[in-house]
Nanobody, 121 residues
Framework: QVHLVESGGGLVQAGGSLRLSCAASGRILRINAMAWYRQAPGKQRELVAT???????NYADSVKGRFTISRDNAKNTVYLQMNSLKPEDTAVYYC???????????????WGQGSQVTVYS
């Protein structure tokens, strides 16, 4: 009933930039917080950045000053601009949204399909 579709991953040299996008669609009444997580091989999924419905943001210490999360409420889309990328940023990136749907009439957690980001030195 709600789908999050990601785009924008890829292969980039260290110091480069990438922009991830995640568009939500379906029987959406309202989206609360949106976020990006990442999971590197052999590691647990970790929170990268969050943005509230009012566009307040928070970042993991490891990406502060390099990554910027933003959202377009009219398009139900969240973005992650990643600059000054490092090899340790290599991971599968997942978007997340807390969504109030027409059918469930409550907030539920939804995930994107994952986007591979690979940074080489």
């Amino acid at each position: 009933q709600v789908h999050l579709v990601e785009s924008g991953g890829g292969l980039v040299q260290a110091g480069g930039s990438l922009r991830l996008s995640c568009a939500a669609s379906g029987r959406i009444l309202r989206i609360n917080a949106m976020a990006w997580y990442r999971q590197a091989p052999g590691k647990q999924r970790e929170l990268v950045a969050t943005v509230s419905s009012g566009s307040s943001t928070n970042y993991a210490d490891s990406v502060k000053g390099r990554f910027t999360i933003s959202r377009d409420n009219a398009k139900n889309t969240v973005y992650l601009q990643m600059n000054s990328l490092k090899p340790e940023d290599t991971a599968v990136y997942y978007c997340n949204a807390v969504v109030w749907t027409i059918t469930n009439l409550r907030y539920d957690n939804y995930w994107g399909q994952g986007s591979q980001v690979t940074v080489y030195s």
